[in-house]
């Protein structure tokens, strides 16, 4: 096999496929590569996931190899710029020349497929979005999942299609998010991890509801999910297990509550940030109170070797003002940086029932709500 190609456009494909490798598993720590018909294809193949990456290439020799994935990830964001040549010289070795860097590899002979993705089926769904849409819904989203494998199903996100409208929510039990966009073609639902969803639908702009029809059943199920944009295809299984109902902790963007505080985002996000660093431990709980006083909305954090206060001016509160909710900074850092708008507001009901926070006069379907921390 040998071809010719960009080199940034080659370390971009290295990256891409790169994401689902599995550095303690050999078996899942390859890459292969595949020359044929003017192309390169980059493959790599998890154990729940698939990833395929094409770009253009002049092809000299057609054919197709497979070497560690950590190496070839190392030496592709290294290669610098300009065109770069691949060349397996059929005796175990691969040479990717840029320039006059030089670096040689053995290949791996145990198996130089590429990975295999499942073939289009009749009862597929495949829905196209506008540009940036899909990476919307990761990223509305996707921080609330859980990071622990306890449950797995908490970690990912759930799609669900009404035929109007999708959605798309995460929850680690002390947080939740849901965003939904208009989008007809598809009713059902399903949930994939959140950890590749956010990966594959950076820049993908279709997804294709792989289903199947099982034995005895007359409605196709989901099986997969895949995610598609130019030039590349990321596959995954789907998690098992049943989603929470979120719809009891998740009130609708109108639902009324006892407080109700509007403020500049970016204030609020760097002054959770400022008390957020005075946590010289680096732990996931870092409580942050609010209060409201003279000079505007107060946000402070007390901890056992430290103690820090900002006041937010550019602020307003409407309703009950004494019994305003904490909250855990990471987690409100990451709801904060989710929204897209100048202003954020918080609408909360106590100190104890969970806390809804939403862009102000953004006319974007997203909610989020955080369980306050307990401050007795």
């Given at each position: 096999m040998k071809a010719l190609m960009d080199s940034s456009a080659f370390a971009a494909a290295v990256r891409h496929a790169g994401r689902i490798l599995d550095r303690l598993d050999p078996a899942r720590n390859r890459i292969t590569i595949q020359a044929d018909d003017g192309r390169l294809t980059v493959g790599a193949d998890g154990a729940q996931t698939v990833s395929r990456v094409t770009i253009p290439a002049t092809v000299l020799d057609a054919g197709a190899v497979a070497v560690c994935g950590t190496w070839l990830l190392a030496l592709a964001a290294q290669s610098g710029a300009g065109e770069s040549m691949?060349?397996?010289?059929?005796?175990?070795?691969?040479?990717?020349?840029?320039?006059?860097?030089?670096?040689?590899?053995?290949?791996?002979?145990?198996?130089?497929?590429?990975?295999?993705?499942?073939?289009?089926?009749?009862?597929?769904?495949?829905?196209?979005?506008?540009?940036?849409?899909?990476?919307?819904?990761?990223?509305?989203?996707?921080?609330?999942?859980?990071?622990?494998?306890?449950?797995?199903?908490?970690?990912?996100?759930?799609?669900?299609?009404?035929?109007?409208?999708?959605?798309?929510?995460?929850?680690?039990?002390?947080?939740?998010?849901r965003i939904r966009i208009p989008q007809p073609g598809w009713e059902g639902s399903l949930t994939v991890g959140a950890e590749w969803f956010r990966g594959a639908a950076r820049h993908a702009d279709t997804l294709r509801i792989r289903r199947t029809r099982h034995a005895g059943g007359d409605t196709p199920q989901p099986s997969s999910l895949a995610v598609s944009g130019p030039g590349f295809t990321d596959e995954s299984a789907l998690l098992a297990g049943d989603w929470p109902n979120l719809s009891r902790v998740m009130p609708e963007r109108d639902t009324a509550a006892a407080t109700e505080i509007r403020a500049d985002r970016a204030a609020?996000?760097?002054?959770?940030?400022?008390?957020?660093?005075?946590?010289?431990?680096?732990?996931?709980?870092?409580?942050?109170?609010?209060?409201?006083?003279?000079?505007?909305?107060?946000?402070?954090?007390?901890?056992?070797?430290?103690?820090?206060?900002?006041?937010?001016?550019?602020?307003?509160?409407?309703?009950?003002?004494?019994?305003?909710?904490?909250?855990?900074?990471?987690?409100?850092?990451?709801?904060?940086?989710?929204?897209?708008?100048?202003?954020?507001?918080?609408?909360?009901?106590?100190?104890?029932?969970?806390?809804?926070?939403?862009?102000d006069g953004d006319d974007e379907d997203w909610v989020q709500v955080i369980v306050p921390i307990r401050h007795d």
């Open positions: 691949i060349d397996a010289d059929g005796e175990g070795g691969l040479t990717l020349t840029t320039g006059r860097r030089v670096a040689t590899m053995r290949t791996l002979t145990d198996d130089t497929a590429a990975p295999v993705m499942r073939g289009d089926g009749p009862d597929d769904i495949v829905l196209s979005f506008p540009a940036g849409t899909l990476a919307r819904l990761s990223d509305a989203t996707g921080h609330c999942a859980s990071r622990t494998r306890t449950t797995p199903i908490l970690s990912g996100i759930h799609l669900h299609g009404d035929g109007r409208t999708i959605s798309a929510e995460s929850t680690d039990k002390y947080r939740a998010a609020l996000l760097a002054a959770v940030k400022y008390l957020r660093a005075l946590d010289t431990d680096e732990s996931d709980m870092v409580p942050i109170r609010l209060a409201w006083g003279a000079d505007g909305l107060s946000v402070s954090h007390s901890g056992d070797d430290s103690t820090g206060r900002d006041t937010i001016e550019d602020a307003s509160i409407d309703g009950d003002t004494a019994t305003l909710p904490a909250f855990n900074a990471p987690y409100l850092q990451d709801a904060l940086q989710t929204i897209g708008s100048q202003r954020v507001v918080i609408r909360a009901n106590g100190d104890r029932k969970p806390a809804m926070i939403l862009a």
